[in-house]
């Protein structure tokens, strides 16, 4: 083939390329959305294998934990991972990923997700399934509502409105209709008073539904909030009433929802107890439940007196056992067992009444806990 030829087919080739991009650009809504179904389908079979269900039909979500769930998930988690390391499971299901995203899959977090179905009898169902099994039980997609879903992200203690900002931008690729709300009323100071920061962040979000979806507008709100921001939350609902009927999911990450009445670890109650001794912090007296010369006028105990929970159509609180912050029962609002043996009968009163009075009236309750590997860096 001579010089020129090769040169000829070159151009072409060019021209022909740039033509399908032309094109391509031009008809992207065939294509598209058939690419996007089909990298939800392979996303939600890649991490199907991290996700496991257990549906338990009980009469009340606060019955005592038993030890046993976390044992069963810990063993569960160390199956899984042998698998993955062993190759036997954990094949690429996309033929183009991004590998900073899944990595070493025997070292991605392991999901076990506990729906609490409201029964009249106190009956467990032991069925144990991979998402999406039961999807006739629980529908994957919320019925259609009319008018805006505003989410509103909240902080925790000693954070800022960005520590949330990775989680809003998926949603907002994945819902770009929907209005979010980074808050960052109490961004300048977290350590007064929980009640204080709850009525900042009420005024937050009702000047925003104000100027960006008034109330004819507004379909639907959400909360996401990270440690103690699922409290600033509870504590800014009472002053949320007047949309009260547009409450549609709560979601916490790690929140002491119970305070620190019982904690596992040694270390964080130090810290806690230097840092009360450094500088005077209003915040962790009332995590630690020592406001009040009376537990019983505490604002943990009075927070869980107040409405707020029960409007909400989805509960989901997130946790986790190898968590060294908060603890694991704090953070699911359940009984321990446990905790209880061997505690002043009056402490255990209050510690049930405080999980009991939630107003957790819901039929179905998520609980959803992480497993994850703990990985040493070392500078090289």
Known sequence: VSTQS??????????????????????????????????????????????????IKAADYFSPLE?????????????????????HIGESAS??????????????????????IKDKVTEESTEESEVGDQAEELPQKPAPVKGTH???????????SFDLRLIRNHLLCEFPDHQYLLSCANEEDSNCEIGEMGQKLAKEVLNYIREHCPKKELG???F???????????????????????????????SPHIGYMYSSSKLVDAGIWVLKKWKKNVVLDQLTMC???????????????????????????????????????????CIS?????????????IYLNTVSYTHLTLPTIYSVQISVVAVSLKKK
């Open 6 to 55: 090769t040169w000829v087919i070159a151009g072409d080739t060019l021209v022909y390329w740039h033509n399908y991009i032309d094109l391509v650009s031009k008809m992207h809504f065939v294509y598209l959305p058939q690419l996007i179904q089909r990298y939800k389908a392979n996303m939600k079979e890649k991490w199907g294998l991290h996700i496991f269900r257990q549906d």
């Open 67 to 87: 030890e046993s769930l976390k044992k069963r998930n810990k063993v569960i988690a160390e199956k899984v991972r042998k698998q993955v390391m062993q190759g």
């Open 95 to 116: 033929q183009v990923e991004d590998v900073q995203l899944f990595g070493n899959q025997s070292l991605q977090p392991l999901f076990f997700e506990e729906v609490y």
């Open 150 to 160: 505003l989410i509103v992200f909240v902080h925790g203690y000693q954070g800022t």
């Open 220 to 222: 639907r709100i959400s």
């Open 224 to 254: 996401i909030c990270h440690s103690l921001g699922g409290l600033i939350t509870r504590s800014a609902l009472p002053y949320l009433s007047e949309v009260s009927d547009k409450m549609n999911s709560f979601i916490s990450f790690s």
């Open 291 to 333: 406001d009040a010369k009376d537990i019983e006028d505490t604002f943990i105990v009075k927070l869980s007196q107040q409405p707020g929970l029960s409007w909400f159509k989805n509960l989901i609180f997130i946790s986790s056992n190898q968590d060294l912050y908060v603890p694991y029962e704090s953070a699911r609002i």
């Open 337 to 349: 067992k446990s905790l209880l043996s061997g505690q002043d009968s009056k402490k255990q009163e």
